[in-house]
T-cell receptor
């Protein structure tokens, strides 16, 4: 069966510090991968999605970047965090080419202080 | 992708059916209706999707009106564990992105 992992589960970082969140998927190959952010407890916003290694599409201009160094690994990064980067970050995957469902990870709750 | 409108909150008694409405009046012919739910502090969970026919699975039933401008998600026997935010999303099936709105916060009460 497929599983998706995210770490860390929670993170408190000062403004201006770097960020690296990691997501890995097991039990599938060539997945589509997604990063979402959820602020104020409602309404997920799609940040990035990837259809393959090194292929990243950005949905909104922002202080964050994403990379996909391996087929089942998706990393969300920032060089300098802003207060507005606080939120609940969710990674998701789907089967490539027309999946009905996206499967979400447990999320990382980031607080920027 | 078409926009959806849902009531912000609903209550339901435990053991009764929960009927969650969604309006999607601008839906186009190749767009599907998807439902996800998010239990507090967890990632969203897929529930069901449909194009124009009613659908049923082990979790819920989806009723889509004939003109496809609205739909209803039915949880036939709601339990306390069904308390969550329910999102109705309209998207193209192939490569369509999930755009989450505010959803409906369903509270199942004993």
């Amino acid at each position: 069966s497929q599983t998706i992992h995210q770490w860390p589960a929670t993170l408190v970082q000062p403004v201006g510090s770097p960020l690296s969140l990691e997501c890995t998927v097991e039990g599938t190959s060539n997945p589509n991968l997604y990063w979402y952010r959820q602020a104020a407890g409602r309404g997920l916003q799609l940040l990035f999605y990837s259809v393959g290694i090194g292929q990243i599409s950005s949905e909104v201009p922002q202080n964050l970047s994403a990379s996909r160094p391996q087929d089942r690994q998706f990393i969300l990064s920032s060089k300098k965090l802003l207060l507005s980067d606080s939120g609940f970050y969710l990674c998701a995957w789907s089967v490539r080419q027309g999946a009905d469902e996206q499967y979400f990870g447990p999320g990382t709750r980031l607080t920027v202080t | 992708d078409a926009k959806t409108t849902q009531p912000p909150s609903m209550d339901c008694a435990e053991g009764r059916a929960a009927n969650l409405p969604c309006n999607h009046s601008t839906i186009s012919g190749n767009e599907y209706v998807y439902w996800y739910r998010q239990i507090h502090s967890q990632g969203p969970q897929y529930i069901i999707h449909g194009l124009k026919n009613n659908e049923t699975n082990e979790m819920a039933s989806l009723i889509i009106t004939e003109d496809r401008k609205s739909s209803t998600l039915i949880l036939p026997h709601a339990t306390l564990r069904d308390t969550a935010v329910y999102y109705c999303i309209v998207r193209v099936k192939l490569g369509g992105k999930l755009i989450f709105g505010q959803g409906t916060e369903l509270s199942v009460k004993p």
